[in-house]
């Protein structure tokens, strides 16, 4: 399984971003599909999540700025950042899971996203 991130970039604080994960299987083949970033210096963090059936799950502090969804005909899951802050700055993982009689868990390589004052 392959997750490829794309997306990010440099933006202007109160900017927008969107961010897309593209799957090598097909993202209803996941439990789970969801975002995750890293500041500098900080642990990774939650960001949003989307289940298979189309629940989703946002970290409380990113409420209402961030959403996630999923573009079924492209086979990505997408996040929309809106108004973003100095302290958005990250990188950017996705990630993936699924459960069974395994667990699986996967990563992808992470985008840079940088938000300037």
């Known amino acids: 399984v392959q997750l490829q991130a794309s997306g990010g970039g440099l933006v202007q604080a109160g900017g927008s971003l969107r961010l897309s994960c593209a799957a090598s299987?097909?993202?209803?083949?996941?439990?789970?599909i969801g975002w995750y970033r890293q500041a500098p210096g900080k642990p990774r963090e939650l960001v949003a999540t989307?289940?298979?059936?189309?629940?989703?799950y946002y970290a409380d502090s990113l409420k209402g700025r961030f959403t996630i969804s999923r573009d079924n005909a492209k086979n990505t899951v997408n996040l929309q950042m809106a108004s973003l802050k100095l302290e958005d700055t990250a990188v950017y993982y996705c990630?993936?899971?699924?459960?069974?009689?395994?667990?699986?868990?996967?990563w992808g390589q992470g985008t840079q996203v940088t938000v300037s004052s």
């Open positions: 989307i289940s298979n059936i189309g629940s989703t």
């Open positions: 299987g097909s993202i209803f083949s996941f439990n789970s």
């Open positions: 990630n993936a899971v699924r459960w069974g009689t395994t667990y699986e868990n996967y």
